[in-house]
């Protein structure tokens, strides 16, 4: 996980790959904290792996988990096959 993280509070048996979740998260200490869409693309043996990103509509492009203040699990939405 990138050191940026500073609060990471995962689901129930962690974060999984190929799913999308409603998540709290900062983009820095100051920054409020809101709501957005969280995809999980693939995990590195429990680690942030590519394609974790987190999109809200205020946004003007995706944002790289590992570089996001604070994460905080609400719900998971669905699981993705491919």
């Known amino acids: 996980?990138?050191?940026?993280?500073?609060?990471?509070?995962?689901?129930?048996?962690?974060?999984?790959?190929?799913t999308v979740y409603l998540v709290k998260v900062q983009n820095s200490q100051n920054d409020p904290e809101h709501r957005a869409l969280l995809h999980v693309g693939l995990m590195d043996?429990?680690?942030?792996g590519w394609h974790c990103e987190v999109w809200?509509?205020?946004?003007?492009?995706?944002?790289?988990v590992g570089?996001?203040?604070s994460i905080k699990f609400v719900k998971r939405l669905?699981?993705?096959e491919y």
């Open 1 to 18: 996980m990138n050191d940026k993280i500073q609060i990471n509070h995962p689901p129930k048996g962690g974060w999984r790959p190929n």
């Open 45 to 48: 043996h429990g680690e942030w």
């Open 56 to 64: 809200h509509n205020t946004y003007d492009e995706a944002v790289r």
């Open 67 to 69: 570089d996001l203040y």
């Open 78 to 80: 669905c699981r993705l």
